[in-house]
Nanobody
Framework: QVQLVESGGGLVQAGGSLRLSCAASGSIGFISAMRWHRQAPGKQRELVASITFNGIPNYADSVKGRFTISRDNAKNTVYLQLSSLKPEDTAVYYC?????????????WGQGTQVTVSS
């Protein structure tokens, strides 16, 4: 059984910062890519950032220069530093991980954490 638990969401004013965390636990063999997604009300879920096992990041154009993804492989944890936040960043943020477990390679998802940016 693999679980991803997110934390760090909340309410922040425009221009502020937040740090999201997502930790995986359970029968984990190896974690490949780690990703952050978001879904705003009435919109499709979108990929915000991803990071490879070796730490190579990739970002959506809408967050480049403002968000930073990082990971701690020893802790099976991925982070997303959100800076210079805008009201349009308001969404539920989800982490996902492509990982090998006793069930083979699968994509696992967190439960989501709400980020609300006020103007």
């Amino acid at each position: 059984q693999v679980q991803l638990v997110e934390s760090g969401g909340g309410l922040v004013q425009a221009g502020g910062s937040l740090r999201l965390s997502c930790a995986a636990s359970g029968s984990i063999g190896f974690i490949s890519a780690m990703r952050w997604h978001r879904q705003a009300p009435g919109k499709q879920r979108e990929l915000v950032a991803s990071i490879t096992f070796n730490g190579i990041p990739n970002y959506a154009d809408s967050v480049k220069g403002r968000f930073t993804i990082s990971r701690d492989n020893a802790k099976n944890t991925v982070y997303l530093q959100l800076s210079s936040l805008k009201p349009e960043d308001t969404a539920v943020y989800y982490c996902s991980m492509a990982l090998y477990s006793t069930n083979g390679l699968s994509e696992y998802w967190g439960q989501g954490t709400q980020v609300t940016v006020s103007s």
